[in-house]
């Protein structure tokens, strides 16, 4: 819809899953515009070289021009952290760039829709600013210290109370954003901890089949319902978040054990097949775009560094100590 614009950001190592994001948010939103951020200088050349409908690419240096104040941190924070720092200045940028547009959200670039956003904004209609909590099943309490809310979607409605609380996150971001637990502080994320007690017309939302994940997986009750999977038989999955998913050789793996989550066949049929084979399909028309550019992992990771830590002690290992781990290939999904 012209009134609802999305911004999202990613580098060259995630163009498949930004892809991804992109081809699924044009299936169920058709028309929905999707500005990027480019992280790497060969995500920038690749996405201009696909020209893909309602897709606008951004140099860094572009943003950084525009938020010399946001480029002031870079030198005192890590790579991931200033890519943190960046996230409501990013927003911010894309609103004001988009005067006809009522709604900005925010996307990490590993969602994935199944369904059309439009129950979200329906809950949204009287707010300003619209956060997703976690939800964090039993067990993981222990997570909340990086923050009851995701970053992985969040919106702002051009109305003043809703800028007012984006520019007060993009100065909390500027003055601190590291990838380490603090106080009340957790990179750009913990800060969404304390908006609905500060501003007006925070919403927080609450469909559960908005930001379904690993994390959240193991008290939910999955069904396949009139052809859609449905949560605790009342609400239709809307976006996954595949947090988590990794690749080494011609495997792929999830990050459900790590969060205790069940995988079932439900999971693997009609959540990770089709993900998975729009990764393949991401990869496959970007990859000559790509030639010669070495890989780089950027992550924008709910909690620290586990996964990545699995990650690459796995990719040294042979195919035979997958056993035991939920693995996916580029063709179907198994657990050896």
Known sequence: ????????????????????????????????????LCLSEACHRALLALDLPNLLAVRMADFEAANADVAATR?????????????????????????????????????????????IYEEMKYAAFGIIPHRFSRGLEDQRRFGLYNVGWVSVRRRDDGITALRWWRERCIEWCYDRVEGDRFADQRYLDRMPE????VHVISHLGANLAPWNLADCRLEWNNGRVEIERRHPLLFFHFYGVKRSGGYYFNSHRFYHAPFSSLMREELYKPYVAALAEAERSSAPHLQGQQSETIRKPVTASPIDRLSNALRKMRTIAYRGLDIITGRAIAVR
């Not at 200045?89 to 709604?103: G, R, Y």
């Not at 500060?198 to 017309?201: A, L, Y």
């Open 1 to 36: 819809m012209a009134d609802r614009v999305y911004c999202t950001y990613f580098d060259h190592n995630y163009l498949p899953r930004g892809l991804a994001l992109y081809h699924s948010l044009q299936r169920h939103a058709p028309g929905a515009r999707l500005w990027v």
């Open 75 to 119: 030198s005192s924070r890590s790579q991931i952290e200033y890519y943190f720092t960046c996230s409501p200045a990013w927003i911010l940028f894309v609103l004001e760039s988009n005067p006809d547009a009522e709604w900005t959200t925010y996307l990490d670039s590993d969602l994935f829709f199944f369904a059309s956003p439009d129950p």
């Open 198 to 201: 500060m501003f007006s017309g």
